[in-house]
């Protein structure tokens, strides 16, 4: 999945820095550059960034009041994540609701991170998915998903209602765009926990809440390399 971003930054150097950064990431796209709080709400409003990489001190003043002004204006408020120089804002940037807090100059692991817990987040709060197929474009309500099953170097996403839907995307690829509560427990499947009917850890399998009236619980393996996942997901997760 692609993303957009905008910059509001007034320091040319970590500007260029976190450009330069930010080209390893291909499919995170730059919707443009401000510097001032002023022209970064205008460009956030009208660009509609997934991610605002936002300046902590932008001359005389304050990214925080580019926070604060755009939840006046949009419902749909973009992530955050700030930089600076400066270790004494990051506690009100945790109380600013800010995603991550990058210290300049921008370290490329650190970044990594910071993109990543963007795009769990990101995931966590869609609804839905878009699919394509050899028909089209399909929008698919997460919760219609009951398992997927690879299918040579395609997927069958099997629906609730029984029907399936043939993709030409291979496991790995739909489990990049799928959120929780979708987890892969084996080379071949990935499921949706919401239909999680049972757990056994010692025999190595899931059964699933069935998809039909013949059926009343579907067993699917669970394999040794996901098994670790699963149990910290489904269990140590349940349990906190």
Request: charge should be neutral; aromatic fraction near 10%; proline fraction near 3%.
């Amino acid at each position: 999945m692609n993303y957009n971003y905008i910059i509001v930054e007034d320091n040319l150097g970590s500007l260029q820095n976190l450009q330069t950064a930010m080209k390893q990431h291909q499919n995170f796209k730059e919707a443009g550059v401000a510097h001032s709080v002023s022209k970064g709400i205008s460009l956030a409003l009208s660009a509609k960034p997934h991610i605002i990489f936002l300046d902590v001190e932008l001359g005389d003043e304050k990214g925080f009041d580019l926070i604060k002004e755009i939840r006046q204006f949009t419902s749909e408020m973009p992530f955050i994540i700030m930089n600076t120089h400066y270790d004494k804002y990051a506690k009100k940037a945790v109380n600013s609701d800010v995603l991550y807090f990058l210290d300049k100059p921008v370290d490329p692991d650190e970044l990594i991170i910071a993109l990543h817990k963007f795009e769990k987040k990101y995931l966590e709060m869609q609804s839905h998915i878009t699919i394509k197929n050899t028909e089209g474009h399909f929008f698919m309500q997460l919760e219609e998903i009951h398992h997927i099953q690879s299918d040579n170097n395609c997927c069958r996403i099997i629906k609730k209602d029984n029907t399936q839907m043939f993709v030409t995307k291979t496991l790995k690829e739909i489990e990049t765009i799928l959120p929780l509560p979708f987890i892969r427990i084996h080379k071949s499947y990935i499921v949706n926990t919401q239909y999680i009917h049972m757990l056994n850890t010692t025999k190595k399998f899931i059964q699933l809440k069935g998809i039909s009236l013949q059926n009343e619980f579907i067993e699917l393996p669970i394999s040794d390399l996901y098994m670790e996942k699963v149990k910290q997901t489904l269990l140590v997760a349940k349990s906190n």
